[in-house]
């Protein structure tokens, strides 16, 4: 996830305050996350230096109100243009798994079930989320959250494939 471009995003058709945008950002993610308020003031510094963003003065609460640049839409609209290249999750258990096969440990069967463990529980948190975000008429969340389960089920679907293989 990238504060840069939600901030962006978020100034695109409104200016805003660090407060609002940080709220706004919290909003956007697909499960609910908490930003560090620090990491919205640094990035907007960072904007306005590089002349993605500037400071427009402040409203009506004395509060500082930020508004994006001709510079920051064609970064933004740049970036929404890129493909985003799938990746595993940061602790990549594909990886892991090598590194058991390549040793030859002899718990690849219980790394196997606690991975299995995890997914599950992650299965039935988004599916709960999917379930309120439907109610909610969260379309965006909704359809985020599906996307997440399916990556699940592809998991859970190679896992099953490893577990297949090692008993022929």
Known sequence: MSVKYGILALLYFQKNHGYEL??????????????????????????????????????????????????????????LLEPVFYQPGKDDFHFKWSCARKVGFEYEKKMLDQQKAIIMREVMEFTKLKTEYLLQGDENRYLLITGKLLHLEAELNWIHQVENRNNS
Do not use: C, F, H
Request: aromatic letters at 6%; hydrophobic letters at 35%.
């Open 22 to 79: 940080k709220i706004e950002i919290e909003s956007l993610l697909v499960t609910k996350g908490k930003i560090n308020p620090g990491q919205i003031y640094t990035t907007l510094d960072r904007l306005i230096r590089d002349q993605l963003v500037s400071s427009v003065g402040m409203d009506d609460q004395e509060r500082k109100l930020y508004d994006i640049t001709e510079a920051g839409i064609k970064e933004l609209e740049n970036w």
